[in-house]
């Protein structure tokens, strides 16, 4: 038996099936590229769905870890400590907005936007106690607490969780008349993700985002963008949201914002949204604490740059670019995405999007598939043109070989 083979073995015997891994055991990383436990090398095109936009063991990031574990790594909230307020500070700049509540996942996040909304609507908008209602989109995925697969509309991800949370109204995404037609004066929120990862890398209809901006505005709504997966650089801006010129009130961040070396996400919002919170309210013992803060603030400075926004724009349309000759050669129905991200449905009667997976994987090549043809594509934004070539050279003899 190989290593990579017991390895895998001694894992999934052990570990509640959850997930359903590709059979490859990493041991080390480096940039865009990862290697097995046998020291085969694979390219990284999926970026732990975005949280690795830096490459892995990025050295700015890795040494930005070290310097503070070697001070404090952890005070809770209960105390404030000398990183916390820079990342506040910077953040809230960074994001064009005043106010930063920090947590750890972007699940914690978006349950963290959920009860920011409803608190709102309350306290500010007068809804009355209990009857609050945020609407939400049709094949969407914001995170797998219970509260947030009660609006999900993946079977797999719904399915026997059951009794769910009230108070979401689903639409579909990129219906304008939809949302409308939804919203009443018990409405808090509108929750969408600007392009739908989850989902195959969905970018919504063009002028969509601004009609849900001008709809939140008029109707007297909270208009929440959960980038947790599209922004920080990975569409080739900032935030997706830049792409129609459109600012939310709410930013949900996580993923990229702790580099791929530890769990940081935030709310990031107005003094009044976030203002509605008062001590003992909401909470997190490692929400903000100094590893976080040391390790996000170096992404925020790398950000402002703006040369990781700059690779994904360039990157992005080489990659769109050859990913639409595969779809005129019949090989591939749909190219989607935005920047170095794309979701490409394979075409019928050349496999699955697992099995275009696997094939990848044995050309070392790492990717993921979702919802049956569909694989996502989302190197980290490191990776070289040359690399990236390679990537898709790998994926263009799987589909025409």
């Given at each position: 038996?190989?290593?990579?083979?017991?390895?895998?073995?001694?894992?999934?015997?052990?570990?509640?099936?959850?997930?359903?891994?590709?059979?490859?055991?990493?041991?080390?990383?480096?940039?865009?590229?990862?290697?097995?436990?046998?020291?085969?090398?694979?390219?990284?095109?999926?970026?732990?769905?975005?949280?690795?936009?830096?490459?892995?063991?990025?050295?700015?990031?890795?040494?930005?870890?070290?310097?503070?574990?070697?001070?404090?790594?952890?005070?809770?909230?209960?105390?404030?400590?000398?990183?916390?307020?820079?990342?506040?500070?910077?953040?809230?700049?960074?994001?064009?907005?005043?106010?930063?509540?920090?947590?750890?996942?972007?699940?914690?996040?978006?349950?963290?936007?959920?009860?920011?909304?409803?608190?709102?609507?309350?306290?500010?908008?007068?809804?009355?106690?209990?009857?609050?209602?945020?609407?939400?989109?049709?094949?969407?995925?914001?995170?797998?607490?219970t509260t947030l697969i009660s609006f999900s509309t993946d079977h797999e991800a719904r399915a026997d969780y059951g009794p769910y949370t009230p108070g979401f109204e689903?639409?579909?995404?990129?219906?304008?008349?939809?949302?409308?037609?939804?919203?009443?004066?018990?409405?808090?929120?509108?929750?969408?993700?600007?392009?739908?990862?989850?989902?195959?890398?969905?970018?919504?209809?063009?002028?969509?985002?601004?009609?849900?901006?001008?709809?939140?505005?008029?109707?007297?709504?909270?208009?929440?963008?959960?980038?947790?997966?599209?922004?920080?650089?990975?569409?080739?801006?900032?935030?997706?949201?830049?792409?129609?010129?459109?600012?939310?009130?709410?930013?949900?961040?996580?993923?990229?914002?702790?580099?791929?070396?530890?769990?940081?996400?935030?709310?990031?919002?107005?003094?009044?949204?976030?203002?509605?919170?008062?001590?003992?309210?909401?909470?997190?013992?490692?929400?903000?604490?100094?590893?976080?803060?040391?390790?996000?603030?170096?992404?925020?400075?790398?950000?402002?740059?703006?040369?990781?926004?700059?690779?994904?724009?360039?990157?992005?349309?080489?990659?769109?670019?050859?990913?639409?000759?595969?779809?005129?050669?019949?090989?591939?129905?749909?190219?989607?995405?935005?920047?170095?991200?794309?979701?490409?449905?394979?075409?019928?009667?050349?496999?699955?999007?697992?099995?275009?997976?696997?094939?990848?994987?044995?050309?070392?090549?790492?990717?993921?598939?979702?919802?049956?043809?569909?694989?996502?594509?989302?190197?980290?934004?490191?990776?070289?043109?040359?690399?990236?070539?390679?990537?898709?050279?790998?994926?263009?003899?799987?589909?025409?070989?």
């Open positions: 038996m190989s290593t990579t083979t017991s390895a895998f073995a001694s894992a999934e015997a052990h570990t509640a099936h959850n997930y359903h891994p590709l059979p490859v055991v990493v041991a080390t990383a480096d940039g865009a590229w990862m290697t097995d436990v046998e020291g085969r090398r694979f390219l990284d095109m999926l970026a732990g769905y975005s949280a690795l936009n830096f490459g892995h063991g990025n050295r700015r990031l890795i040494d930005a870890a070290k310097a503070q574990l070697d001070r404090v790594t952890l005070t809770s909230r209960a105390f404030h400590h000398d990183r916390f307020g820079d990342f506040c500070a910077q953040l809230a700049e960074l994001c064009g907005m005043e106010t930063v509540l920090p947590m750890n996942t972007g699940a914690e996040a978006v349950e963290t936007a959920v009860k920011t909304a409803r608190k709102w609507g309350y306290r500010v908008k007068g809804v009355p106690q209990g009857q609050a209602k945020i609407i939400v989109a049709a094949n969407n995925f914001h995170g797998r607490t689903i639409v579909p995404y990129g219906d304008l008349t939809a949302l409308e037609a939804a919203m009443s004066a018990n409405t808090v929120a509108v929750l969408l993700e600007p392009v739908q990862g989850e989902a195959g890398v969905l970018v919504p209809p063009h002028g969509y985002l601004p009609g849900v901006r001008r709809l939140t505005r008029e109707r007297g709504v909270l208009f929440v963008a959960d980038e947790i997966q599209s922004g920080l650089g990975r569409t080739g801006k900032t935030f997706a949201c830049e792409h129609e010129g459109v600012v939310p009130d709410v930013y949900v961040l996580g993923k990229a914002l702790g580099g791929g070396v530890v769990p940081v996400s935030a709310v990031v919002s107005s003094a009044e949204v976030l203002g509605v919170f008062r001590p003992g309210e909401h909470g997190s013992t490692f929400g903000g604490n100094p590893l976080a803060c040391a390790v996000a603030l170096e992404v925020i400075a790398m950000l402002r740059t703006g040369e990781f926004q700059a690779r994904a724009a360039e990157l992005g349309e080489h990659l769109h670019r050859e990913l639409r000759l595969l779809a005129e050669r019949g090989v591939v129905t749909e190219v989607r995405g935005r920047g170095l991200w794309a979701g490409v449905d394979v075409a019928p009667g050349l496999g699955t999007g697992r099995e275009v997976s696997e094939k990848l994987m044995d050309r070392g090549v790492l990717v993921k598939d979702t919802h049956g043809a569909t694989i996502r594509i989302a190197p980290p934004l490191v990776i070289s043109k040359e690399d990236l070539d390679w990537g898709l050279d790998q994926l263009r003899a799987v589909l025409t070989d």
